[in-house]
C-alpha cells in the first residue's frame, strides 16, 4: 500500500500530467517568483501573495516574521525583444506611459510588415507593467496582514493588414475591404491593506493538522488616464472607385480628454499634445474606485512537517497546497474630465486608395494623431461629437485562479488555470494554464522554471533565480516566447525584479 504522502504525490503529478497538453497564455504579472513559475496562487508568499492570493500571507517561508519590501515590479511587451537586448525591455516599454513629445514620423518596412502579420491580416500589441514601490506584510500565529502601494498600467492596440495597401479603382480585384484600430490605454494606482487568518471553525473539525486559510485584500483604486478608442473604415468598389463609410467611438478621461477638446478646436494634433498631456498626466487624479482581491488555501502537511501546529515558529517546508482566488474584483469611476465621442458615418467616394506606411506604435495619443494626418481617414475626426460628459465606470480585468503546489524540502513544483474576465488588451476571455518548479541545490539559491504551450501551440518558458539569506532576499526572472516568423527566434516578452526584500 502506498503511504498517504505518496498518494498525495501522485495526484500532483496526474493534475501535472493532465495540464501539459492545454493550451498556455503568458501574463503578465510582477513578481519574479510568478513570471518563472508562470503561476503561483498556491506557493506565493509575502508580499507576492498579497495580490496573488492573500490567504498565503499565513504561510511563513522564513522564522522571521516581518518583511519590508522594496522596489518590486516588473514590464511586458508581448511582441518581446531579442535575448541578447533583454536589459533594454523597461526602456521600450516606459514611452507607452510616460508620453513623450510627437516625434516625425517613421514609415514601416515591408519586412516589418512580414513580421508583424505573419500568418495573419491582423497585428496585436500589447505593453504593461505592474510595480510595487513598498510594501510591508506582518505574520502571528492566527493571522497576518500586509499593506502595499502599487501602479499599474496597459497600453494595446491591435489592427489589420489593409491599413498598409493601395486599392486601384479600375482594378476590380476585389469588392471591399475594411480597415480597424481599436485602442485600449489605462493606468492606475492602487493602496491595499490585506488581511489572512486560518478558518478556525473547519480546522477544528478535522484531525491532524490540515489547515485552511482565508485572505482579504481590499484597495482603493486611484484612475489616471484612461482612453478607449475603435475606428473602422469599410469600403465597397463602385463604377466611379471606392466608396468609404468610417466611424469612430472615442471613451477617455483625464488629460486625455483635454488633447481631443483642443485636437478637435485647433485641427493641430501635435501641439494639442504637447499643451495637454505630460510625464506627470497618470499622477492626475481622473477617477476613484475599490476592489478586492481574495483568496482560499488548503494545506495537507507531509511527513514530519509539524509547522502548522499551534505555537511553531518553523517554516512550512513539505506540504500539499490547493488554492482559489479572485482577483481584481472592483471598478474604477472616471469622474474627472470624462467625455464620450462619436462620429456621424459620412460617405465618400476616392478613385483610388493608397496604403499608409507610417508605422503605429500604439503610444499615448497617437491613435488620433496616426488616423488625423492619413489623407483617406482624416475626415472622420472631423465628424466627431461629443455625445456625452457624464461620469463612467470602467471594471477591473477580474481572474479566478485554481491552482495547487507541492513542496517537499528543496523541491516545488506549482500548476496554475486561471479564467480572465474584462480583458484590456483584446485578447479573448477564457481558460489559462501554467506550470512550474523551483529547486534549491543550495539553501540561499533558488532556482526556478516554468514551460508553457500558448495558442497556436506557441512555446514559451520562465527562469529565474533568487538570492535569499533568511534575513535578505533579492531575485529576478524573464519569460521567454518562440516567434511565428518563418525564420523562429526566442524572445523575452517578461522581465521582472525584487530590489530588496528584508525579513525581521
Request: charged residues 20%.
Amino acid at each position: 500500500m502506498f503511504s498517504r504522502a505518496t498518494t498525495l504525490f501522485f495526484c500532483h503529478i496526474f493534475i501535472l500530467a493532465l495540464m501539459a497538453g492545454t493550451p498556455l497564455r503568458a501574463q503578465m504579472i510582477a513578481t519574479p517568483d510568478q513570471i518563472a513559475l508562470g503561476g503561483g496562487v498556491a506557493y506565493s508568499t509575502g508580499l507576492s501573495a498579497h495580490f496573488n492570493n492573500p490567504a498565503n500571507l499565513m504561510i511563513r517561508k522564513d522564522h522571521r516574521r516581518h518583511e519590508v519590501t522594496v522596489g518590486l515590479g516588473g514590464v511586458y511587451r508581448s511582441t518581446g525583444i531579442s535575448v541578447r537586448n533583454t536589459l533594454n525591455l523597461p526602456d521600450e516599454v516606459l514611452p507607452y506611459f510616460v508620453p513623450e513629445e510627437p516625434g516625425s514620423s517613421t514609415l514601416v518596412t515591408d519586412a516589418e510588415l512580414e513580421r508583424y502579420f505573419y500568418g495573419s491580416d491582423r497585428f496585436h500589441q500589447t505593453h504593461s507593467y505592474d510595480m510595487i514601490p513598498v510594501g510591508f506584510t506582518w505574520s502571528g500565529e492566527n493571522r497576518a496582514y500586509s499593506i502595499a502601494l502599487r501602479s499599474r498600467g496597459i497600453s494595446s492596440f491591435e489592427m489589420n493588414k489593409n491599413w498598409f495597401e493601395s486599392a486601384s479603382g479600375s482594378s476590380g480585384s476585389q469588392a471591399g475591404f475594411v480597415r480597424f484600430l481599436n485602442e485600449s490605454y489605462q493606468v492606475h494606482h492602487e493602496v491595499s491593506f490585506a488581511m489572512a487568518r486560518e478558518v478556525t471553525m473547519i480546522n477544528q473539525w478535522q484531525a491532524g493538522l490540515n489547515t485552511l486559510y482565508v485572505g482579504l485584500a481590499p484597495k482603493l483604486l486611484i484612475g489616471g488616464m484612461y482612453s478607449r478608442a475603435r475606428y473602422r473604415s469599410e469600403y465597397q468598389a463602385v463604377e466611379e472607385g471606392w466608396q468609404n463609410s468610417g466611424f469612430m467611438e472615442v471613451q477617455m478621461a483625464g488629460d486625455m480628454t483635454r488633447y481631443l477638446d483642443d485636437l478637435l478646436a485647433s485641427g493641430n494634433a501635435a501641439m494639442a499634445f504637447r499643451d495637454r498631456v505630460s510625464p506627470s498626466s497618470n499622477l492626475n487624479v481622473s477617477g476613484l474606485g475599490l476592489g478586492l482581491d481574495a483568496g482560499l488555501t488548503y494545506i495537507i502537511p507531509l511527513g514530519d512537517d509539524i509547522s502548522l501546529s499551534p505555537h511553531s515558529e518553523e517554516p512550512l517546508r513539505k506540504s500539499l497546497r490547493f488554492s482559489v482566488a479572485i482577483i481584481d474584483l472592483g471598478a474604477i469611476r472616471y469622474s474627472g474630465n470624462p467625455g464620450e465621442w462619436a462620429s456621424r458615418t459620412v460617405m465618400r467616394t476616392y478613385p483610388d486608395i493608397q496604403g499608409n506606411q507610417v508605422r503605429f506604435d500604439g503610444k499615448p495619443g497617437e491613435f488620433l494623431r496616426y488616423i488625423h494626418d492619413d489623407s483617406v481617414e482624416e475626415v472622420v475626426i472631423d465628424n466627431l461629437n461629443r455625445i456625452d460628459d457624464s461620469a463612467f465606470s470602467v471594471q477591473l480585468p477580474t481572474e479566478v485562479h485554481v491552482g495547487t503546489a507541492l513542496q517537499y524540502r528543496w523541491f516545488a513544483s506549482v500548476v496554475d488555470l486561471n479564467y480572465r474576465f474584462n480583458s484590456s488588451d483584446f485578447r479573448t476571455d477564457g481558460w489559462h494554464v501554467s506550470a512550474g518548479a523551483e529547486v534549491r541545490p543550495f539553501h540561499f539559491l533558488p532556482l526556478m522554471g516554468s514551460f508553457q504551450l500558448n495558442p497556436g501551440g506557441d512555446t514559451a518558458v520562465g527562469a529565474g533565480a533568487g538570492l535569499d539569506l533568511g534575513y535578505l532576499r533579492a531575485s529576478g526572472a524573464i519569460r521567454l516566447f518562440r516567434t511565428q516568423e518563418e525564420q523562429a527566434r526566442w524572445n523575452v516578452n517578461s522581465i521582472s525584479a525584487l530590489s530588496l526584500q528584508i525579513r525581521f
